[in-house]
């Protein structure tokens, strides 16, 4: 295979005090990072300085298990809504890309339309969806359980055809604002959406103007067969969990070649697998912090989590540290998280792992951990990308501020030594630092 030429491009995953599960308990983590704003304004100024194309909220609209001994030492049961923090970060930033969770399932199409269009308007056209179906919380809108997976889907494929039909109800000329005429706008250039639909009856025009991206750059999170589909469908970026890298050539190989089918050319969408990455001078420095970080997980609860959200069949918890994980003889069926079930199956039966190591492996939640050197990072991230795995990385960081400064002031320096990353942003738009083209409207 020829190397590849270009440069990766990084994404940060921001939740809470970090993404490992005792990332609060550090010594040096903001433990009231979901309450204080300040904290998160501090972030995206630091992962603007290092030239990230993008910080992405993730979000739930439910806590999650209720089981007490989860509650009591997890900090995930309160986080921001992403709709409400990035107004802010957006006028506290200058270039950083500010991509919202915001999901189908539990949401209006009117509405997101109008809020995500404000949004790239607010943030001088810096906006992007991350289009999801929810994993959990039908319980909270009006539901005894959660919608099918299945069903999710189909809602979601209807929900992205209402959405971004209304960010092209206006022409980009469309309001004249003539004064002397008393001409506000050019009724000629406006498109009355009348959607009707399975799941939406949806009259529009959308009373927002059109976002100065066309449309904001819409990202897809799910690594489903469901999910794969709609992603080579709608989106232009895709954040996956893939634990080697022989899986994450294959999950890119299959993604690029769908497009296709939908008229779509391979460079209409960056593939980013979420990587969680600790960095020390050394070898040894790296996994003494890894380790510190690991000692102050409570395995139960950790494990009693992870049972929760993977529905394996059995519970982690009850099991001995040292006992290697039973291989599953059936996968049981998951209305939550399909994918992220399917890759802890798979490592399961490839690595045979006792529970402390699984729980290892698992410690940002299925994505790759990486423990070692900038140059050590760096070797791994460059054979992903020239292996044609990835098109840039989404970064979780373990623990909040401390994890993004090292990864800021050790690894980013590194890349670019190398020639593998940016000194300084192409443009002005999250479509622009991406390499992606400015959706044209499709009625005008």
Do not use: C
Not at 128 to 143: C, D, M, S, Y
Not at 304 to 323: I, M, R, T, V
Not at 338 to 346: C, E, M
Request: glycine share 8%.
């Amino acid at each position: 295979m020829a190397r590849r030429t270009g440069q990766i491009r990084l994404g940060a995953f921001l939740s809470g005090s970090g993404a490992h599960g005792a990332s609060w308990r550090h010594p040096a983590a903001d433990a009231d990072a979901s309450l204080n704003v300040q904290r998160y304004v501090e972030y995206a100024r630091a992962l603007e300085r290092g030239r990230f194309d993008a910080l992405f909220l993730n979000d739930n609209v439910a806590v999650g298990s209720l089981d007490p001994q989860v509650l009591a030492r997890s900090a995930h049961s309160l986080r921001w809504d992403p709709l409400t923090l990035l107004p802010a970060l957006a006028m506290t930033t200058r270039h950083i890309g500010l991509v919202a969770t915001a999901n189908t399932s539990y949401n209006a199409p009117y509405n997101l339309a109008r809020t995500f269009a404000s949004l790239d308007h607010l943030s001088g056209g810096r906006a992007g969806w991350n289009l999801v179906t929810a994993l959990i919380g039908g319980e909270n809108f009006n539901r005894d359980e959660h919608l099918e997976h299945a069903e999710r889907y189909q809602r979601a494929q209807e929900f992205f055809d209402v959405v971004s039909g209304l960010w092209d109800s206006w022409a980009d000329d469309a309001f004249v604002r003539d004064k002397a005429s008393g001409i506000w706008l050019d009724v000629t250039k406006m498109r009355v959406l009348d959607h009707q639909g399975r799941h939406f009856q949806v009259r529009g025009p959308l009373n927002a103007p059109r976002p100065l991206q066309g449309w904001p750059v819409i990202a897809q999170a799910g690594s489903s067969e469901a999910g794969r589909e709609l992603a080579a469908r709608t989106a232009e970026l895709v954040f996956t969990a893939q634990q080697t890298l022989e899986q994450g050539r294959a999950f890119y190989v299959d993604l690029k070649e769908r497009l296709a089918r939908h008229g779509r050319d391979e460079e209409a969408l960056k593939i980013f697998p979420g990587i969680s990455p600790t960095v020390g001078r050394t070898l040894s420095e790296a996994e003494e912090k890894y380790q510190a970080l690991q000692d102050l997980l409570d395995p139960q609860a950790q494990l009693k989590g992870l049972s929760y959200l993977l529905e394996l069949g059995f519970d982690l918890s009850a099991l001995p540290l040292d006992a290697r994980v039973p291989l599953p003889e059936q996968v049981p069926s998951t209305e939550r998280h399909k994918s992220r079930q399917q890759l802890v199956i798979d490592l399961i039966r490839r690595e045979r792992p006792t529970v402390a190591q699984l729980l290892r492996s698992l410690s940002a939640s299925g994505h790759k951990v990486l423990v070692g050197t900038p140059a050590q990072i760096v070797d791994e991230l460059a054979a992903w990308y020239e292996a044609g795995a990835a098109d840039g990385f989404n970064v979780l960081f373990t623990h909040l501020p401390g994890a993004i400064d090292d990864f800021v002031e050790q690894v980013v320096p590194q890349l670019q030594r190398v020639g593998l990353f940016r000194r300084e942003y192409e443009g002005r738009s999250l479509r622009e630092n991406l390499g992606l083209r400015r959706v044209a409207n499709r009625y005008f």
